[in-house]
């Protein structure tokens, strides 16, 4: 039972202890706010919901708003949400479509590609309305992967240049070709960076979530370590715990597993761990079938649970079929508190591959419909907002597992401010932990 760690970064991941202030101080937090929120690239939101000229989201981040839209050239654009004349807040929908921008307090109007294009009474202006300067203030935008992203720095370095080898290693998963099918937030009651660290390690896992024994093996993952605070983990799937008892036959996951590709769970009795290598060959043998290509994965790619944390606050959790976009946003003002957004996604089949495929009992049959192309009844779900409370109380659930990890964070939360606890001590199981941190310290100092 091993952890392997494969490390690309120029620098280790120093094993050490920090002081709990950073989640706690906000005094730090507006350190953040100046050097990693101003300075670096962000995960904003879906190229899918930019579809056409006019399209467009909001992107909440802290004490900032950023408008990102599609413009009539095409191009994928952010701004300030903030309109030039005095201050008002541009657009106040979470997303949609819109020709031009029109603030609600004097009608001031811009073109989507930000351009100052209508001022109401403009012969009152004593100096006229320079519009060129009064047009939207631009914000670096870049696209990855069918993801979104800006910075609010002047000069930063190419989107994928900050990415480095992540490009490589994901380039499989073609996430641009996944379409959204839920779309939560919860405001929880702890720092952002406490859901960062745990969703940054496996060391809990065994303690708080024990259904995982039942279709993944945390004892043997391997560990990506990358320049600019990124990390990568791959745990192998469609098998179980060997740290615990092996069960004599397929557990309940794995069972809808191999039933989902015409495999009977009673052929693995006795040999449940040979079930990860069937799901494998079962799925190259069938995935055309089923309307997937699965030529560019591989087979532990088939199988396996990869998820990746793009520093500062993205974690994309996946396999060939779907994916989690996991993000923690900070609060404005309040260290002790954030917002959680967890957008879940799948592929559909392809008919490109297989017409029929929607008739086949498979991985797409629920979403049997073309990949990268919406569904005639398709509807994109809009964003569900609840408080940590709603999922404490079970009125909410963003799966059980996340269910679980947010019941604990507030605990965490509370902890870091007792005076009885005053410093961080991690283990070599928590090295992505130490990785986000130590990027942490090199932007804001240790």
């Known amino acids: 039972m091993t952890i392997r760690v494969v490390n690309h970064a120029r620098r280790p991941a120093e094993i050490r202890s920090y002081t709990p202030a950073r989640y706690v101080d906000p005094a730090y937090l507006e350190l953040e706010w100046q050097r990693v929120w101003r300075t670096t690239w962000l995960l904003a939101g879906l190229e899918q919901d930019l579809r056409e000229p006019g399209d467009f989201f909001v992107f909440d ?34 997303r949609g479509h819109a020709e031009n921008f029109r603030c609600a307090y004097h009608a001031w109007t811009y073109a989507n590609d930000g351009a100052l294009k209508g001022v109401p009474h403009r012969d009152r202006f004593p ?48 996430f641009d070709q996944m379409i959204v099918v ?53 745990v192998p799937g469609a098998t179980v715990n060997p740290r615990f008892p092996v069960p004599e036959a ?8 191999l039933e989902s590709l015409g495999l009977n769970p009673a052929d693995f009795t006795g040999r449940v761990l040979d079930v990860r290598r069937a799901v494998q060959e079962r799925k190259r043998a069938i995935g055309r079938e089923l309307g997937f290509d699965y030529s560019a994965f591989s087979d532990e790619q088939l199988s396996d649970v990869w998820q990746y944390n793009l520093f500062p606050n993205a974690i994309l959790s996946f396999t060939p079929e ?34 029929e495929a929607r008739d086949i009992a ?85």
Not at 127 to 137: F, G, M, Q, T
Not at 250 to 257: E, F, G, H, L
Not at 388 to 406: C, N
């Open 322 to 355: 779907h994916l989690w976009i996991l993000r923690p946003r900070p609060h404005p003002s309040d260290p002790a508190r954030c917002e959680f957004d967890k957008i879940s996604l799948l592929r559909f089949a392809d008919p490109a591959i297989n017409a």
């Open 182 to 234: 839920e779309d939560q937030t919860a405001r929880v009651a702890c720092n952002w960076k406490a859901v960062v660290d745990n969703f940054g390690e496996l060391y809990h896992v065994d303690f708080l979530h024990p259904q995982h024994k039942r279709m993944v093996d945390c004892s043997n993952d391997t560990v990506h370590l990358f320049d600019n605070g990124h990390t990568g983990l791959a």
């Open 127 to 174: 100096n006229d309305v320079p519009c060129a300067e009064r047009s939207l203030r631009r914000v670096r935008t870049a696209t990855w992967q069918g993801l979104v992203f800006v910075c609010l720095a002047n000069d930063p370095p190419p989107l994928h240049e900050f990415l480095g080898p992540v490009v490589e290693h994901l380039a499989p998963y073609r």
């Open 362 to 446: 498979g991985p797409g049959r629920q979403a049997a419909t073309a990949s990268g192309l919406l569904p005639e009844d398709y509807r994109r779900p809009e964003r569900d907002v609840f408080d940590h409370d709603d999922i404490v109380a079970g009125r909410k659930t963003m799966t059980i597992t996340i269910d679980q990890d947010i019941e604990l964070l507030g605990g965490i939360q509370a902890g870091m401010t007792s005076r009885g606890f005053d410093s961080v001590w991690l283990s070599e199981d928590e090295l992505r932990v130490a990785h986000f941190h130590n990027e942490l310290d090199a932007l804001i100092g240790g």
């Open 61 to 94: 981040l802290g004490r900032e708003q950023i408008l990102v839209t599609r413009t009539s050239a095409g191009s994928t654009q952010g701004f300030y949400n903030v309109c030039q004349h005095r201050g008002n807040r541009l657009v106040t929908a979470e």
């Open 250 to 257: 397929p557990t309940d996951i794995q069972s809808a597993q």
